[in-house]
């Protein structure tokens, strides 16, 4: 099961306002010149740990920073109460996804909307905070799924594919928010494809979803080469499921072409 704690962490969106130069012209410019090598350090890595910390210190003493605590309560209330609403089924869509058990405790750091950002940062905590959640408060389950879940897995490429497999992808579509599914991270794509055909073997998923999915997504391939590949995965759960893809060796199982055919080099 997963759980989700909320907290407001006003270092956290002091090094975010810093960072992305969300104040006015003039008071960042007084900051600019006072600690350069610290705001510099803030805009490169938000949450460097060698800058002067007195830049945040000062930052959070002025009138305004308030307005950015309340705006991050406000956001943390609407999306906790949402989280609450959902978190029973949502689980047992995980539960069903990993084909197993799991405890995960996170916590999640609840920036302004406006602040547009998420990402783990160790620790089971994670920031989140983004105006598409205004639209569609899935948005903001679906992400912090997301962020979550990067802390149930070890950090690699296949990990992340399939982070954003279970919660950018099905999630989405079993909240009925197929219109916030993306189209994974640019530098995730070759392994989105080289995975598809594993990954669909995984959820079981009839020949007929495949190839309307695969139609929509302008990919093919030949499901008889993957056949051979059933027994095994069937037997597995997530884990199970990632180790698998892990040995694989997907660069050298694994061939497509630019229209998108997926092959296996396996005869």
């Not at 350090?41 to 003493?61: A, G, P, S, Y």
């Not at 490429?157 to 079993?174: G, V, Y």
């Not at 928010?177 to 392994?191: F, G, M, P, V």
């Not at 598809?196 to 997504?217: A, M």
């Amino acid at each position: 099961m997963l759980n989700i704690t909320f907290k407001i962490d006003k270092n956290i969106i002091a090094r975010f306002v810093i960072s992305k130069n969300i104040m006015k012209r003039e008071y960042a410019n007084y900051l600019w010149s006072k600690y350069q090598f610290s705001y510099m350090k803030l805009q490169h890595k938000v949450l460097d740990n060698t800058i002067d910390n007195n830049i945040i210190l000062e930052l959070q003493q002025q009138d305004f920073f308030n307005d950015y605590l309340k705006d991050a309560e406000e956001n943390l209330k609407r999306i906790e109460n949402y989280w609450q609403a959902n978190k029973d089924k949502i689980n047992t869509y995980l539960e069903k996804i990993f084909k197993k058990n799991f405890d995960l405790t996170t916590t999640a750091i609840i920036v302004p909307c406006y602040f547009n950002s998420g990402m783990n940062i160790g620790s089971n905590e994670f920031i989140w905070g983004h105006n598409k959640g205004l639209k569609n408060a899935n948005y903001d389950l679906i992400y912090i799924v997301h962020e979550s879940l990067h802390s149930y897995f070890k950090d690699n490429m296949i990990t992340h594919a399939i982070i954003e497999n279970i919660a950018d992808i099905e999630l989405s579509k079993f909240l009925k928010s197929t219109d916030i599914a993306n189209d994974a991270h640019d530098y995730l794509k070759d392994t989105h494809i080289k995975v598809l055909p594993f990954w669909n073997i995984y959820l079981n998923k009839s020949k007929e979803t495949i190839e309307k999915e695969n139609e929509e997504n302008n990919i093919s391939y030949n499901f008889n080469e993957f056949k051979t590949y059933e027994k095994e995965i069937s037997k597995m759960n997530i884990d199970d499921f990632v180790n698998f893809l892990e040995s694989l060796n997907l660069n050298q199982t694994i061939n497509y072409t630019n229209k998108i055919i997926i092959k296996t080099n396996n005869k």
